[in-house]
């Protein structure tokens, strides 16, 4: 019996510019995209970028947005997983292989997730040979509980929707104390793999985006906003990269108004399915953000039903002056959290009064494959939509956002955010109120971004190439 062999992927240089990937690997991750989802290589597929080496983004209409800013989406319905969680699995799952934290053959991958972070898991998992088990809750939706099955995983659903993340990390502390020789932990809420993903990758293929587009004739080429919801707080982290090249830019946080955490202490259910999850993250650099805003799980979902249901499609681009190819494409890139951080960027525009030269970019986390049977729920509850009912989704859910449920990042604001860690990781999750404490110091933040080019040696180091 052979024993099982390391499987590397990637670095973080190869995943913001794939075409430094040897032509050859390239070439066969690029057929294996569309021939066999399944194999290995297509983790050279981790990337914001198409087979010619273009970041995948839209520049909404102004007809859907009704603001004179350019809301600038990237999104990651390409990705091995159609989310690009994907590539924070990937890089977590990889820091603790290269470092000797986890061995294929030796370790069971447990995932505490709400749904894509735990997907990618299932995917990764697997792909670099290892037994994979998710956690998520059992309210989450029917399409998540298939993939993971189909990418070769198994899950355990805990209680509860979304917000219920105490639970997951309740089971994952059961199951280390029932086998602590062979169960690992990948926690994307703690591991700073997540964070360097996105400073590194999404941070920089926002700024190549947006230099694009200036060149297109669209926009001044720099970042005046980056607007992320926050599950684990991976995706935002791109603001600390967006911010250090372009000082104007206001890095804002979404939260619904259901589980508003950070916004008042708050707690509750909501089906945004992917963010708010009732506590403050370890990897989240809440010092650096200027404002944080929440959306209502309702709207997010009613401009979900809009943009995905024909007669939505049908009424955008024969009645509200949206390009019928662009409402197409708009209805095959978007899930729930998507909508949530368009109407977040929307908000943003209009409370910074961001004009036609800024550029507001935000996130596509995932695609509306993960939510027909919301969508089917919708329009049970709802109703489907008509002509009718898409003007007024338009209308009460787009053009109408309002400037409510807004706190700007103000010196005491940002200390109540950052304050509001101990009570998860240091009374709960063994974290010392020195290492909370560390992260005050931007320095502190500066050396785990820092780190990007030593892991990526020391994979090139392990790979041979």
């Known amino acids: 019996m052979t024993e099982p062999v390391d499987v590397y992927g990637p670095t973080f240089e190869e995943m913001l510019h794939p075409d430094r990937i040897p032509g050859d690997l390239r070439k066969r991750a690029l057929r294996a995209r569309e021939e066999s989802p399944l194999d290995p290589v297509n983790l050279f597929n981790i990337t914001w970028k198409d087979a010619q080496g273009r970041v995948r983004y839209v520049v909404l209409d102004r007809g859907l947005t009704g603001v004179d800013a350019n809301i600038v989406v990237l999104y990651s319905k390409d990705f091995p997983t159609g ?11 990889m820091e603790k292989q290269l470092f000797g934290e986890i061995e294929p053959g030796k370790h069971t991958l447990v995932w505490p997730s709400t749904g894509n972070y735990g997907i990618g898991g299932a995917w990764v998992g697997p792909r670099m040979g290892y037994d994979s088990l998710v956690i998520l809750p059992e309210l989450m939706s029917r399409e998540r509980f298939e993939l993971i099955t189909y990418y070769g995983a198994r899950y355990i659903k805990t209680p509860g929707c979304e917000s ?11 199951l280390v104390a029932q086998d602590p020789e062979r169960i690992r ?14 400073y590194y990758v999404t941070g920089y293929s926002v700024s190549e985006a947006v230099a694009e587009l ?60 992917g963010i708010g999850d009732k506590h403050v993250t370890w990897i989240h650099n809440v010092l650096n953000m200027d404002a944080l805003m929440c959306i209502d799980d309702l709207e997010c ?29 708009l209805s095959e890139i978007l899930g729930i959290s998507g909508v949530c951080n368009i109407l977040g960027a929307i908000k943003a525009a209009k409370f910074y009064g961001f004009g036609p030269r800024d550029n507001v970019v935000t996130v596509a986390t995932d695609n509306i494959d993960r939510y027909r049977s919301v969508m089917a729920d919708m329009a049970r509850q709802y109703g489907p939509i008509d002509r009718v009912r898409a003007a007024v989704y ?14 700007e990042g103000t010196l005491h604001n940002r200390q109540r955010w950052f304050n509001l860690k101990y009570y998860t990781w240091v009374e709960q999750q063994g974290k010392t109120v020195e290492e909370l404490n560390a992260q ?12 990007v080019a030593e892991i990526d040696r020391l994979l090139r180091q392990a790979r041979g190439f």
């Not at 995905?308 to 494409?329: C, F, M, N």
Request: proline residues 3%; hydrophobic residues 35%; aromatic residues 10%.
């Open 394 to 407: 338009l209308e009460s859910v787009f053009h109408g956002v309002k400037l409510d449920w807004i706190q």
């Open 185 to 198: 932990v990948l926690n994307q809420f703690s591991e700073m793999g997540n964070y360097r993903f996105h």
């Open 214 to 273: 200036k060149e297109r004739g669209i926009g001044n080429g720099r970042v005046a906003g980056f607007v992320s919801a926050m599950g684990s707080a991976g995706t935002i982290a791109a603001g600390d990269l967006l911010k250090q090249r372009f000082p104007e830019c206001r890095i804002v946080g979404l939260e619904p108004i259901q589980c508003p955490t950070l916004f008042s202490n708050g707690y509750g259910g909501h089906d945004i399915q």
């Open 301 to 329: 979902k009613k401009g979900l039903q809009l943009l995905t249901d024909p007669a939505g499609i049908e009424y955008l681009s024969q009645e509200a002056g949206v390009e019928a190819g662009h409402a197409r494409q």
């Open 440 to 451: 005050r110091d931007p320095g502190w933040w500066l050396a785990e971004q820092g780190k």
């Open 164 to 174: 219920n993340v105490k639970e997951i990390f309740d089971k994952c502390k059961e």
């Open 83 to 93: 989310s690009h969680k994907v590539g924070a699995t990937y890089s977590v799952a």
